[in-house]
């Protein structure tokens, strides 16, 4: 289901990779089951990860 959802807009799968790992590290859980706050969360982590300086040098998986 995430695969699908996102790939409509364009994410590719280390990113939804990063995504799935994030919600099993922070909340113990497949992104597919958290609410959808803490998805914009873990979305709005990512984005930051993925523009900023630091997240550039750094492995986003």
């Not at 994410?11 to 099993?24: H, M, N």
Request: net charge positive.
């Amino acid at each position: 289901m995430l695969s699908v959802r996102f790939r409509s807009i364009g994410l590719q799968t280390p990113l939804l990779a990063w995504l799935e790992l994030a919600a099993q590290d922070q909340y113990n859980k497949a992104y597919d089951s958290l609410t959808p706050a803490e998805q914009n969360g873990l979305q709005f982590a990512l984005k930051e990860a993925y523009r900023t300086k630091e997240g550039a040098n750094k492995s986003l998986i």
